[in-house]
């Protein structure tokens, strides 16, 4: 039995068998003698990683549309290349490689061809050619580079990427656990989106455990235990069990309205990254969708979408919200988050660089296309419209002159537009400090406490090397929040928080005492707010807030915070 201890990213408890996510990195031989035999391990290799790829694509095709199967048709077509295959062979029979090492050259000589390219599009696929070959050496290996899950199982990774989490089935994953991440990270957004437990942050766990291994993720505790005694595993059972009681229990308070015991409201909304979320947040509670992160309508496209094809994914989503307000997030790509659909220039600095809004304006074609197919389906008035890494009141202005441009054209083909509110995340300090000058410009405010802590405290939010430093309830982010909450409020504007801070336990009562309008979170936390909210006093709640606004120190704010929960609401 081992047990070990990470950051807990997800709640939840689950018990399953391992599935060992591994990228190949295989030592081998480098000469061989018998080169016949080798080229016969190279071309089964070769059809193997064809038909994986056929399979990726036609699951692709069932799940994710004709757009995002279509990276899969360009992989293929370089594995029928001629250029390719002759070019391992050469390696292979002229100077005896095995068939690995041909795989790698093979592979490198022509990356290295499209890296050197003028077109930034050409130059992206030398990463393609680099996958492939890494996909034939895990072949070769036997090693297994799809997430194919034949059951429900517990992956185990040293990190997940939004590239390895799309090629999995949902209904076959219990929960995560990786080496690398944190809260912010990918894995940790879709374990609290999808309802199951993370646990991340754990060294050298995919050498450990092994492919079928019995692991236990308490997602509550931080805690992982791999083959455990049959006694732990009981206990393990019947805290499952009764979480799962819980779960369904919180879901009824989910229903309730938040208000607090001296009678203050708040909206708890959900924070949804793709269509099937939607049922999530409904079943949880929802007073609608607070944040609808649209960068699942371009992520894995080899081509950007038309705007018929993004008009009827956002429908999907929009059809299921029984008319609760949904705030939609124009595309939020760029800088750390290279979409191979869009040449997007290589930066030094990327979350300081060509990212959110800056992007847009930038590529106004792909902006205005966008902002049809999200106003095409607000023909009610519950769709509000939202920029992201807003810097200046200048991209204000510009962004909601090219709504109003877009509305009327719609008008004029005579589309029916409803009554469209834009807003803005506040992620930069300076959005947060000219929130006077910008609430002219904009009829409410989301806080993207991620982004704001990463651009306040200078740290970047996926470095573990930094992630100490890393606290969103530091004071300096807080004091942020409450300028804005109390210049925002003085020109009537409404103010929510979108970031993880929203369903941070310590967080949630010095939120309420600052006074935000709205929380919005993974579906999942839902009920749990509503019943933290539920169990303060409002006027109580604001003495913690001022208190937390005169520490020094993040650890001092979680301290008072604790203090202050610990006697009104146990088991919270
Ligand atoms: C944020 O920055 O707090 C936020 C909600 O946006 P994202 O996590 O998508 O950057
Ligand atoms: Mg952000």
């Not at 124009?330 to 990327?350: F, Q």
């Not at 939010?461 to 992630?467: G, K, M, P």
């Amino acid at each position: 039995m081992i047990e070990k201890k990470g950051i807990p990213t997800s709640p939840g408890i689950a018990i399953g068998k391992a599935f060992v996510y591994k990228k190949a990195n295989v030592k081998v031989e480098k000469h061989v003698l018998n080169t016949e035999a080798e080229i016969r391990r190279f071309e089964h290799a070769l059809e193997e990683t064809k038909k994986q790829i056929k399979e990726l694509k036609k699951k692709a095709l069932k799940e994710m549309g004709e757009e995002k199967a279509a990276i899969f048709d360009a992989h293929l077509m370089i594995l029928e290349d001629p250029a390719f295959t002759d070019k391992v062979l050469k390696y292979i029979r002229e100077r005896g490689l095995s068939a690995e090492e041909a795989v790698v050259k093979t592979a490198r000589d022509i990356a290295a061809i499209f890296e050197i390219m003028e077109d930034e599009y050409m130059k992206a696929r030398a990463e393609d050619i680099r996958d492939l070959g890494n996909q034939i050496l895990e072949k070769l290996a036997g090693t297994c580079r799809e997430l194919k899950l034949e059951e429900p199982s517990i992956i185990i990774a040293r990190e997940l990427l939004p590239s390895d989490t799309v090629k999995i089935k949902r209904e076959n994953i219990l929960g995560f656990v990786t080496e690398l991440g944190g809260v912010t990270s990918h894995v940790s957004i879709i374990a609290r989106a999808m309802g199951v437990p993370a646990v991340v942050g754990i060294k050298n766990l995919t050498q450990t455990v092994k492919n079928g291994d019995v692991v236990i993720i308490d997602g509550y505790r931080g805690v992982v235990i791999v083959n455990p005694e049959e006694e732990i595993l009981k206990t393990y059972r019947e805290k499952m069990e009764e979480d799962l009681r819980q779960r369904e229990e919180f879901k009824k308070i989910g229903k309730l309205p938040a208000v607090t015991k001296d009678g203050v409201s708040f909206e708890v909304a959900a924070n949804i990254g793709e269509p099937s979320e939607v049922y999530l947040a409904m079943e949880n509670g929802a007073d609608g969708i607070g944040l609808l992160r649209t960068e699942f309508l371009v992520m894995g496209s080899e081509k950007f979408p038309s705007e018929e094809k993004m008009t009827k994914e956002l429908k999907k989503i929009i059809a299921r919200l029984e008319d609760k307000p949904v705030i939609v997030r124009t595309l939020d790509i760029g800088g750390d988050k290279p979409i191979s659909c869009l040449k997007l220039p290589k930066e030094l600095n990327p979350f300081l660089g060509l990212r959110g809004i800056r992007l847009s304006l930038n590529r106004k074609e792909i902006f205005k296309s966008q902002l049809k197919a999200i106003l095409r389906n607000n023909t009610r008035g519950n769709i509000k419209i939202m920029f992201p890494m807003v810097s200046l009141v200048e991209e204000v202005t510009e962004a909601r002159k090219i709504v109003e441009e877009v509305i009327e054209e719609l008008k004029s083909e005579g589309v029916k537009v409803g009554k469209t509110e834009i807003g803005i995340m506040v992620e930069t300090p300076s959005a947060a400090l000219m929130v006077d000058a910008l609430a002219e410009h904009v009829d409410f405010f989301s806080i993207g406490t991620n982004d704001l802590t990463q651009y306040t405290l200078a740290v970047d939010r996926t470095n573990e090397h930094v992630a100490y430093i890393f606290d969103h309830l530091h004071p300096s982010v807080l004091k942020l929040v409450n300028h804005v909450v109390e210049k925002a409020h003085e020109k009537g504007k409404w103010v929510g928080v979108c970031g993880e801070i929203a369903s941070d336990i310590d967080a949630i009562p010095i939120l309420v005492g600052l006074r935000v309008d709205e929380l919005s979170v993974a579906p999942l936390f839902i009920p749990r707010v509503k019943r933290i909210i539920r169990f303060i006093t409002y006027k109580e709640a604001r003495e913690l807030a001022f208190k937390a606004l005169k520490t020094q120190t993040a650890q001092e704010v979680r301290e008072l915070s604790r203090r202050f929960m610990k006697n009104r609401a146990k088991n919270i």
